[in-house]
């Protein structure tokens, strides 16, 4: 059912320290910061060969991130991101195996404009994990 990965999520307490730390130390292609205030988080998308980065940084009060970096002040893996085809498909695929999907079960649009639906870290060996349909 999984495709593959398009991301993995880095929480991040300083957003132009990993900047800097992406382009200049690691040499990477690093995006423009997205601000997405329907997450709670402002972007910033690193290209890589096979997959991309995504760093992660709270925007607003009650940024979903703000928890996460309290625990985690340097900052940390927060969530990787599969692609599935058919993201319905997917959701009523899990719903039916008892995985848990987070919030109402509807798919909100993502950093990419494409749908996406958040599964319950406890259920995947305390991953977060994030589809998006592609
Ligand atoms: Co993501």
Same mark, same amino acid.
């Given at each position: ?22 382009r200049?130390?690691l040499?990477a292609k690093?995006?423009p ?9 402002t ?7 096979n997959t ?21 002040p ?10 599935v ?15 848990r @999907?987070?919030g ?7 950093a990419?404009?494409?749908?996406v ?11 977060l994990?994030?589809?998006?349909? @592609?």
């Amino acid at each position: 059912m999984i495709g593959r990965l398009n991301h993995v999520a880095i929480a991040v307490p300083d957003l132009n320290a990993a900047i800097s730390l992406y382009r200049d130390t690691l040499g990477a292609k690093v995006n423009p910061p997205q601000d997405e205030p329907d997450h709670g988080v402002t972007v910033v998308f690193i290209d890589l060969p096979n997959t991309k980065i995504e760093l992660l940084y709270p925007l607003g009060e009650d940024s979903p991130i703000k928890g996460f970096l309290e625990k985690n002040p340097s900052g940390g893996i927060h969530h990787i991101c599969y692609e599935v085809e058919d993201i319905l498909a997917a959701r009523d695929h899990l719903a039916a195996s008892g995985a848990r @999907v987070l919030g109402t079960g509807e798919p909100k649009i993502g950093a990419h404009g494409k749908p996406v639906l958040f599964l319950h870290p406890k259920d995947f060996t305390g991953t977060l994990v994030e589809l998006e349909q @592609v």
